[in-house]
């Protein structure tokens, strides 16, 4: 459910971050104040999805230059590692890591990896960095894990192998108190909505203005979705 600039993008992915992400795809700090709306409370389906060219290259503010203005800067090996997650290049990101490449490198806003391939349901790379003990539950700066990235989209069978791995149903971020199973209901995907109540998530988990997922569901006109979280 849930563009901004990129160090907010894959918080909020297509997230409640394309409404999640996320939540850059995910993503949020001073999102009021870019949004031009201050008064106004931020909720799952503010942050929709970013598409992937929109997280790896997002547009610059009206009035700063541009890469047609000034060379881009170089990008460090860790940057590189990360795009390929992203991307799902699975050799791409062995290939970093046997170069000495971290494979539990942050960026700036202390996301991993793990994080960005979770995002776009890339399964076998996360899978990967699994079998490399990376830490599932890894909070960013916004309080997000990758879990609650992969519940953004139609990302069911990561969402799954995630869940498999241990990582927590019930964690909520730092912004708002958003919760895997609330990204999730505000972009309407009921498999991952599905496989989130069979991990024991909480329907009636409010956020931190009293909204459920039921809510977001509902304002975003997801029956189905509304109608299995009522059961």
């Known amino acids: 459910m849930l563009g901004l600039m990129q160090n907010n993008l894959l918080q909020t992915?297509?997230?409640?971050v394309r409404s999640f992400?996320?939540?850059?795809?995910l993503i949020l700090g001073s999102a009021l104040g870019l949004l031009g709306c201050e008064s106004k409370r931020l909720s799952p389906e503010d942050f929709p999805r970013r598409e992937r060219e929109e997280v790896l290259a997002p547009q610059a503010p009206e009035g700063m230059a541009t890469s047609e203005?000034?060379?881009l800067p170089e990008k460090s090996p860790e940057d590189n590692f990360r795009e390929a997650a992203m991307m799902g290049d699975l050799a791409g990101v062995k290939r970093f890591v046997g170069q000495g490449v971290d494979v539990s490198a942050m960026d700036e806003n202390q996301r991993t990896a793990l994080q960005m391939a979770a995002f776009d349901g890339h399964t076998p790379v996360v899978e990967w960095f699994l079998s490399q003990n990376v830490e599932v539950d890894h909070r960013d700066s916004f309080g997000r894990t990758a879990l609650m990235y992969a519940s953004t989209a139609d990302n069911a069978e990561t969402v799954k192998m995630l869940l498999d791995a241990g990582a927590a149903v019930d964690l909520v971020d730092s912004e708002e108190h958003f919760s895997p199973l609330m990204f999730a209901a505000a972009e309407g995907?009921?498999?991952?909505?599905e496989l989130l109540l069979e991990a024991g998530a909480d329907p009636t988990k409010a956020d931190i203005d009293g909204e459920t997922a039921i809510d977001f569901a509902s304002n975003n006109g997801h029956t189905e979705v509304v109608k299995r979280l009522k059961q």
């Open 189 to 193: 995907q009921m498999a991952v909505v």
């Open 13 to 16: 992915r297509r997230v409640p």
């Open 69 to 71: 203005d000034v060379p």
């Open 21 to 25: 992400s996320v939540s850059s795809v």
